[in-house]
């Protein structure tokens, strides 16, 4: 059975980091494809980034230049590194990895104050 675990959100103010977890276990490996969506209040879930097998990384415009997606396999965890946190990141992180469909976390609170 596929667990998929994010840690690390918080409250952050403005212009702060944070350092997001997603932790893999069972018959799926950070290999695959993987990646972070986010819900804010009253909005529907939007793509933040994505790091696929080959490792190359992609990010939404809202985000890019800000974040970045890593990972280590020998922990089975991926990372998203966020910086120069803005009110509008706000939101429920969502993790995600894909083995034909996707398996997802629980969510983890991420709030900004300005």
């Known amino acids: 059975q596929v667990q998929v675990v994010e840690s690390g959100g918080g409250l952050v103010q403005a212009g702060g980091s944070l350092r997001l977890s997603c932790a893999v276990s069972g018959s799926i490996f950070t290999t695959n494809p993987m990646g972070w969506y986010r819900q804010a209040p009253e909005k529907t879930r939007e793509w933040v980034a994505s790091i696929s097998s080959d490792d190359s990384t992609d990010f939404a415009d809202s985000v890019k230049g800000r974040f970045t997606i890593s990972r280590d396999n020998a922990k089975s965890t991926v990372y998203l590194q966020m910086n120069s946190l803005k009110p509008e990141d706000t939101a429920v992180y969502y993790c995600?990895?894909?083995?034909?469909?996707?398996?997802w976390g629980q969510g983890t609170q991420v709030t900004v104050s300005s």
């Open positions: 995600y990895v894909r083995r034909g469909i996707r398996y």
